[in-house]
């Protein structure tokens, strides 16, 4: 979602690929798709579009996200 931005390169979002177990969790709940699913891992393929909402954090059952609602 390239038209939905407000500063670059200041989300707080953390992925720890190898806590993910790929189970697509996060690509179903974060309403920006900042998250897909490549070789069976959760990927960020667009970092810039994360609004902290915490949704993938809320849902991931291995803590493989992390992210500080509001700093970013």
Do not use: W
């Not at 920006?32 to 393929?45: I, P, T, W, Y």
């Not at 949704?55 to 500080?68: F, G, K, L, R, S």
Request: glycine letters at 6%; proline letters at 4%.
């Amino acid at each position: 979602m390239k038209e939905l931005r407000y500063l670059d390169d200041v989300s707080s979002l953390v992925l720890n690929e190898d806590k993910c177990i790929g189970c697509g969790l996060c690509t179903e709940v974060c309403p920006h798709s900042v998250f897909e699913l490549q070789d069976r891992k959760a990927q960020l393929v667009d970092f810039n579009a994360c609004m902290e909402c915490g949704a993938c954090v809320t849902n991931c059952p291995t803590d493989a996200i992390a992210v500080n609602p509001g700093v970013g």
